[in-house]
């Protein structure tokens, strides 16, 4: 068995964080970012979207993580614009086309969250880094991770 192979089957977050950080990923406080208010409320949509579009360019895909008091609450990837949007309206909608625990979790976690972002084009990329950091942040809520 390999010292990788090792370290893998022993699940050591020491590893997967030291290596993030070699390659910067890991602090994630350095990421860009920028603050939203999650009310609960359709009324200010155009307001939350307005602050996602002067933050984020459209079709721009990568990592992000939504923290409230240094607590990390949800961490995701996709395409940023798109996904910050959809959670804005699963803390107020019923629509069913949203997973009903994602509706739920956005809906009892309302307020102001600080959103850090990174962008990353290649969608494996993503996926692997949503997985290593979920694996090592532990956010509140853990969606499905495809």
Same mark, same amino acid.
Request: charged share 50%; no cysteine; proline share 0%.
């Given at each position: 068995m390999t010292e990788l192979e090792k370290m893998l089957l022993t699940n050591n977050k020491e590893f997967f964080r030291k290596l993030l950080e !070699?390659?910067?990923i890991l602090p994630f406080t350095n990421w860009n970012n920028f603050k939203i208010s999650h009310i609960g409320s359709s009324r200010d949509r155009e307001i939350i979207f307005d602050e996602i579009g002067r933050n +984020? @360019?459209? %079709?721009?895909c990568g990592l992000y993580i939504y923290v409230r008091n240094g607590k990390i609450f949800y961490l995701g990837e996709g395409s940023l614009r798109e996904r910050l949007r959809t959670h804005y309206h699963e803390s107020y909608s %019923? @629509? !069913?086309r949203f997973l009903k625990k994602h509706r739920e979790f956005f809906s009892k976690n309302l307020g102001e969250f600080k959103i850090y972002y990174t962008i990353y084009d290649d969608k494996k990329i993503r996926q692997l880094l949503e997985s290593l950091l979920t694996f +090592?942040?532990?956010p509140v809520f853990i969606g499905d991770i495809d």
């Open positions: !070699k390659y910067n +984020i @360019d459209e %079709k721009v %019923k @629509d !069913k +090592i942040l532990q």
